[in-house]
C-alpha cells in the first residue's frame, strides 16, 4: 500500500501551496475553520479522501457541534449573506387583556358578576385563567361580549340537578388581567374570604347589579297560606356569599348610598349553616331595585332578574297603590 507521504496528489497539494500538507490542513481546520468539505472543495478532492488524509495524519477533527454554532453566528471564511431584521408580529388578541385596569362601567358590572361567580387559577403548567360559569347564558354572553372576547362558549350539564341544568363556560387565559385582579382584592378560591373591593361611588350601582346577577335572588309570586282561601303577595330579594364580612360590607355600602334601611335588611346565616344571606323587605327591595336599574344600560343587567322586579312594581302599584 503506498503511503501517504509518496502520494502525488499529496506532492502537487504541497508544492501549490508552499507548505506541508499536515500544516496546511491543521490550519485550514483549526484556524480558519474550514471543514472537511470545504478543504475538499479548495484544493479539487474529494471530502472523504480529505476525512481519511486527517486520520492517516493524526490531525485531530472539530466537532460537529461547534461547526453549527459557527455557522449559526455567521463566522469564518464561508459567510453567507446576513439575515434580514425579523418583523415582529403582533400576537394575536382573543380579548381586551386591559379590561380590568381602569374603571369604567362596564368593568364595574362585570368585577362584581366576577365576585359572584367567577373563579381564577394557575394550572399546573403555569398558566393563568380567569372563569365565569353560569347557568344563565345571557351572562355569558354579555361578559364575552364587554371583554370583546373571541374566546368560545362551552356548555356543559350539571347532573346533580335534578332537571340536569345546562350550564354555560367563558375561559380566558391571562396572567395580565389575573394580576389586575388581584390588585382589585379578589384571589383564587375567594368564596368564603373574599372581601368589598374599594369601589369608586360613581361605579358602585354597576358592581353591585354584577353581583346581583351572579350571586342575587329575587321571587315574587302570589301564595296562599294553609287554611285561607286569600292569596298573598309574596317578594324576597336576597344576595348569599360563603363570607359574611362581603355581605355586612356591601349592607353598610347600600345603607349610604341606596337609603336602605337598616333595620328592615339584615345578614344571617343560612339553613345550611353553609353561607350568609343578606335579605330585603318588601320596600326596600324597590328601593334597591331603583338604585341598580336607574342609569342601566342595555344589555347589561340580567333581563330576567330586572322583569321580576318590573312586575312586582306593577302589582304593587295596581293593587296596593305602593
Request: hydrophobic fraction near 35%; proline fraction near 3%; glycine fraction near 8%.
Given at each position: 500500500?503506498?503511503?501517504?507521504?509518496?502520494?502525488?496528489?499529496?506532492?502537487?497539494?504541497?508544492?501549490?501551496?508552499?507548505?506541508?500538507?499536515?500544516?496546511?490542513?491543521?490550519?485550514?481546520?483549526?484556524?480558519?475553520?474550514?471543514?472537511?468539505?470545504?478543504?475538499?472543495?479548495?484544493?479539487?478532492?474529494?471530502?472523504?479522501?480529505?476525512?481519511?488524509?486527517?486520520?492517516?495524519?493524526?490531525?485531530?477533527?472539530?466537532?460537529?457541534?461547534?461547526?453549527?454554532?459557527?455557522?449559526?453566528?455567521?463566522?469564518?471564511?464561508?459567510?453567507?449573506?446576513?439575515?434580514?431584521?425579523?418583523?415582529?408580529?403582533?400576537?394575536?388578541?382573543f380579548a381586551n387583556i386591559d379590561f380590568f385596569k381602569k374603571w369604567t362601567r362596564e368593568m364595574a358590572y362585570i368585577l362584581g358578576y366576577f365576585a359572584a361567580d367567577g373563579s381564577?387559577?394557575?394550572?399546573?403548567?403555569?398558566?393563568?385563567?380567569?372563569?365565569?360559569?353560569?347557568?344563565?347564558?345571557?351572562?355569558?354572553?354579555?361578559?364575552?361580549?364587554?371583554?370583546?372576547?373571541?374566546?368560545?362558549?362551552?356548555?356543559?350539564?350539571?347532573?346533580?340537578?335534578?332537571?340536569?341544568?345546562?350550564?354555560?363556560?367563558?375561559?380566558?387565559?391571562?396572567?395580565?388581567?389575573?394580576?389586575?385582579?388581584?390588585?382589585?382584592?379578589?384571589?383564587?378560591?375567594?368564596?368564603?374570604?373574599?372581601?368589598?373591593?374599594?369601589?369608586?361611588?360613581?361605579?358602585?350601582?354597576?358592581?353591585?347589579?354584577?353581583?346581583?346577577?351572579?350571586?342575587?335572588?329575587?321571587?315574587?309570586?302570589?301564595?296562599?297560606?294553609?287554611?285561607?282561601?286569600?292569596?298573598?303577595?309574596?317578594?324576597?330579594?336576597?344576595?348569599?356569599?360563603?363570607?359574611?364580612?362581603?355581605?355586612?360590607?356591601?349592607?353598610?355600602?347600600?345603607?349610604?348610598?341606596?337609603?336602605?334601611?337598616?333595620?328592615?335588611?339584615?345578614?344571617?346565616?343560612?339553613?345550611?349553616?353553609?353561607?350568609?344571606?343578606?335579605?330585603?323587605?318588601?320596600?326596600?327591595?324597590?328601593?334597591?331595585?331603583?338604585?341598580?336599574?336607574?342609569?342601566?344600560?342595555?344589555?347589561?343587567?340580567?333581563?330576567?332578574?330586572?322583569?321580576?322586579?318590573?312586575?312586582?312594581?306593577?302589582?304593587?302599584?295596581?293593587?296596593?297603590?305602593?
Amino acid at each position: 500500500m503506498q503511503k501517504i507521504a509518496d502520494s502525488q496528489r499529496i506532492r502537487d497539494i504541497e508544492q501549490k501551496w508552499q507548505g506541508n500538507v499536515k500544516q496546511l490542513f491543521y490550519d485550514w481546520h483549526w484556524k480558519e475553520n474550514l471543514r472537511h468539505k470545504e478543504i475538499a472543495e479548495k484544493i479539487g478532492i474529494p471530502r472523504p479522501t480529505v476525512t481519511k488524509w486527517f486520520k492517516n495524519l493524526g490531525i485531530y477533527s472539530q466537532a460537529r457541534e461547534r461547526f453549527t454554532n459557527l455557522n449559526l453566528l455567521n463566522v469564518g471564511l464561508r459567510r453567507g449573506p446576513k439575515a434580514k431584521p425579523k418583523i415582529k408580529k403582533e400576537g394575536v388578541l382573543f380579548a381586551n387583556i386591559d379590561f380590568f385596569k381602569k374603571w369604567t362601567r362596564e368593568m364595574a358590572y362585570i368585577l362584581g358578576y366576577f365576585a359572584a361567580d367567577g373563579s381564577m387559577y394557575r394550572n399546573s403548567r403555569g398558566a393563568y385563567f380567569i372563569d365565569f360559569v353560569s347557568t344563565d347564558k345571557e351572562l355569558i354572553v354579555n361578559a364575552k361580549r364587554m371583554f370583546g372576547s373571541r374566546h368560545t362558549i362551552s356548555e356543559s350539564f350539571l347532573t346533580c340537578c335534578p332537571n340536569h341544568k345546562k350550564r354555560y363556560r367563558l375561559q380566558i387565559g391571562s396572567k395580565e388581567m389575573f394580576n389586575d385582579l388581584l390588585k382589585l382584592g379578589l384571589t383564587p378560591r375567594k368564596s368564603k374570604i373574599i372581601k368589598l373591593p374599594a369601589i369608586p361611588k360613581q361605579y358602585f350601582a354597576d358592581f353591585v347589579r354584577g353581583n346581583f346577577d351572579g350571586d342575587g335572588c329575587v321571587k315574587f309570586g302570589l301564595h296562599i297560606k294553609k287554611g285561607r282561601r286569600k292569596s298573598n303577595p309574596v317578594f324576597v330579594t336576597q344576595f348569599s356569599s360563603g363570607s359574611k364580612d362581603f355581605l355586612v360590607s356591601l349592607l353598610q355600602k347600600l345603607q349610604e348610598y341606596a337609603l336602605i334601611r337598616g333595620g328592615s335588611v339584615y345578614v344571617k346565616q343560612d339553613k345550611k349553616g353553609e353561607s350568609y344571606v343578606l335579605l330585603m323587605s318588601i320596600k326596600d327591595s324597590f328601593r334597591f331595585s331603583e338604585f341598580i336599574y336607574r342609569d342601566a344600560e342595555e344589555n347589561v343587567f340580567l333581563r330576567r332578574k330586572y322583569n321580576i322586579f318590573q312586575g312586582a312594581k306593577e302589582y304593587y302599584k295596581k293593587n296596593l297603590g305602593a
